[in-house]
């Protein structure tokens, strides 16, 4: 009863404070829609606008994001055949465009001369624009008022494309200018012509509107609400502030213990599925014990839905074990989604889920436990040796081989959405484990593509999934591309000390592989020019990558075309036999590889049985110093700590396994 009176009041205020203006002008548009004056629908109105089927509003043709009390924001997306006069359409008497406008052109048959702050072929443009035109020339021009619509009018340019709104704050102390930008808006700056006509407890700002000398806007004084024209400015009553505060916290309440009620069901939709899967359940006591209490000291890292920790469960083996945030419904949808995904495929490079568990209002996944760390880690020279070529190219192989099973052994196919460098873990051996399908998703078996929001890493991201929503197995493949980029130049996927075409990766790796000029960006660690198969062998897998960074998904190759690929080059080492047996040998003082019964063991290393007089051996699957010993970094992934001491020796003490722990 007490909550309905609270209503009623509230509703009542809010009836109270609705703006009071001439009935000649109409200040709603549809239910959803109210604007104060002199912005309105009918004639009456200061600055009419136009009511769209009772949903949007529009200036002209032009829609309207929002009206403030000193500008307008319209909605100017990316249109490659918008002719350059339909910028007339900025232009009314009561308003005019902003100087923080930057008009993008194109089909200029000579560039106009540049007054943006941001260049217009970059990147960072590309990257937000998803329309694409045929013709790639991009000019941007600056101005205000009714002068710039005349100057793009009398350029030579045919199409006005869009336009970006920056604000730049240039921070003087700081020896640095901030740019914030919004893609795809005009800014429109408005006024009243004529001079100042303002209600009491108003003041006038006047403004200098284009062909008319004198134009004013009316504001409230601060402890005032309303229009400050017509409908005059009203104290904010304390009383009305206090009622909305105190629904706002019923509100809070009502949601909080909405919100509780979705946790506790999903929570037990989630302890159903677990028990109907193959995966073991955990108790919260032995999960307890394995993490000493989930200590700081075993805390491998924090990721964006929990916390990994090291921990030795029954078995006194290591395992990594993620622990969600608590009261986080998001991170439930993401452990089951990884405990029907991973309990569903089987395959030896991908991460395997030993087990979860759900008690104590926590969701706890355990995975097997990744000793050396991420791929991403030492790319970055973050931990370890550099890895050798051959390592690189055996790990980016295993990685393809693990997607294309996700792609093409289950029906419908899994997408796992989130492939990257830091989702690839390398065990002992080196060998790669893809991890991480909390964003996965399961295909449709009918169509080629799944619609869902984009999400994903940025540099990462598909940039068609990311246009029209449209997943598919082609995603993976465009991340997988980015991955093979990293791995040829050990080059940070995003990097804002790079110039600003080459920010992205991506679109860097792009333009250098696509102009024959792939040894400007190869890692010189590598040592790419030691002998012609490396050479060879680097370049093959950068144009491989050029192919699956192809803007249309049709353009890509399979990941099953990609793994196949891969072991190929992988493969395709002449070297003299006895050269390589030899180099063998230095290898088996160190390290050791898996083999088959269709390969020998000479001297630790594997080669494959070839005719008399081949010359043909595998490449070694193991860099020559096995990497090691590794350094402590600081690292987030959640399966990454070295554990030095056999399964024979007794567990080390809480010091020595502080030193053992590696980021």
């Known amino acids: 009863m007490e909550i309905t009176v609270l209503v009623v009041m509230f509703f009542t205020v809010l009836f109270l404070a609705q703006p ?4 000649c002008c109409n200040l709603h548009c549809g239910t959803n829609i109210t604007v104060q004056y002199p912005f309105g629908f009918s004639e009456g109105c200061g600055i009419r606008l136009d009511c769209n089927d009772n949903k949007t509003m529009s200036l002209g043709k032009i829609i309207v994001k929002s009206v403030t009390s000193d500008n307008i924001l319209l909605h100017f997306p990316a249109n490659c055949s918008r002719k350059i006069n339909e910028s007339n359409q900025l232009i009314g008497p ?10 993008l052109i194109r089909r200029c048959n000579k560039p106009l001369v540049n007054k943006c702050l941001i260049q217009a072929n970059s990147s960072l443009i590309n990257d937000h ?37 920056i604000n730049s704050n240039n921070n003087k102390s700081a020896d640095s200018v901030v740019l914030a930008l919004e893609f795809e808006v005009v800014e429109l700056e408005w006024g009243i012509p004529g001079n100042c006509n303002c209600s009491t407890d108003a003041k006038c700002v006047r403004v200098r509107l284009e062909g008319v000398n004198k134009g004013f806007r009316c504001q409230c004084t601060e402890g005032f609400e309303g229009d400050g024209f017509r409908g005059g400015c009203r104290r904010v009553a304390a009383a009305g502030a206090c009622l909305i505060a105190a629904l706002a916290l019923i509100c809070y309440y009502v949601r909080r213990r909405s919100t509780s009620r979705k946790y506790k069901m999903s929570e037990n939709r989630l302890l159903g599925e677990a028990r109907n899967s193959t995966v073991p359940l955990f108790s919260y006591k032995d999960i307890e014990r394995a993490t000493n209490a989930f200590s700081e000291k075993q805390k491998l890292g924090t990721g964006a839905y929990g916390t990994v920790y090291a921990g030795k469960l029954h078995n006194d083996e290591w395992v990594a074990i993620k ?4 009261q986080d419904t998001d991170g439930i949808e993401q452990i089951m989604n990884e405990i029907k995904l991973l309990s569903s495929v089987s395959h030896q490079n991908l991460v395997r889920l030993l087990g979860c568990c759900i008690e104590n209002g926590e969701q706890i996944l355990v995975y097997e436990f990744m000793p050396n760390g991420t791929l991403a ?6 931990r370890g040796h550099v890895l050798p070529w051959t390592v690189r190219l055996t790990i980016a192989t295993e990685t393809a081989l693990a997607i294309a099973h996700l792609h093409t052994a289950t029906h419908p196919p899994i997408y796992h959405r989130d492939i990257k460098s830091s989702n690839i873990l390398l065990d002992v051996n080196f060998n790669s484990k893809v991890a991480d399908f909390g964003l996965s998703r399961l295909g449709m078996t009918d169509n080629s593509h799944v619609s869902t929001a984009p999400q994903g890493t940025p540099g990462y991201v598909d940039p068609q999934y990311h246009q029209n929503f449209h997943l598919s197995d082609k995603s993976d493949v465009y991340s997988f591309g980015v991955v093979l980029v990293e791995i040829v130049t050990a080059l940070k996927v995003v990097d804002f000390s790079r110039p600003a075409t080459e920010i992205n990766l991506a679109a860097l790796a792009i333009d250098r592989i696509g102009r024959g000029r792939v040894d400007e960006i190869i890692d010189p660690l590598l040592e790419p020019n030691r002998d012609a198969w490396t050479l060879s062998s680097i370049h093959k897998v950068a144009e491989l990558a050029f192919r699956c960074l192809a803007f249309h998904r049709d353009m890509r190759p399979s990941m099953v075309e990609v793994s196949q690929e891969l072991e190929q080059i992988r493969l395709g080492a002449w070297a003299p036999l006895d050269e390589n047996i030899g180099m063998a040998s230095s290898i088996a003082s160190s390290c050791s590889s898996p083999f088959d019964g269709s390969e020998k063991s000479q001297g630790g290393a ?10 043909r051996v595998v490449v070694p699957h193991r860099p020559i110093d096995c990497l090691t010993p590794m350094k402590e970094v600081s ?15 007794s567990s080390p003490s809480t010091n020595s396994l502080l030193r053992n722990i590696v980021h």
């Not at 308003?95 to 008009?103: D, E, G, I, L």
């Not at 035109?133 to 340019?157: A, H, I, Q, T, W």
């Not at 690292?635 to 020796?649: A, G, K």
């Open 20 to 23: 009071r203006s001439s009935t």
């Open 94 to 103: 009561n308003y005019a465009p902003t100087k923080r406008n930057n008009f």
């Open 129 to 165: 624009l998803s329309a694409s035109c045929n013709d790639d020339g991009v000019s941007c021009y600056r101005g205000e008022g009714r002068s710039v619509v005349n100057e793009l009018n009398m350029s030579d340019c045919s199409v006005l494309y869009t336009s970006i709104l």
């Open 323 to 326: 622990k969600l945030r608590h």
């Open 377 to 382: 880690q030492h790319l970055q020279r973050e």
């Open 606 to 615: 594997t080669v494959k049985k070839l005719g008399v007089g081949s010359r």
């Open 635 to 649: 690292d987030s992934s959640p399966i990454s700590m070295r554990d030095p001491w056999s399964s024979e020796q």
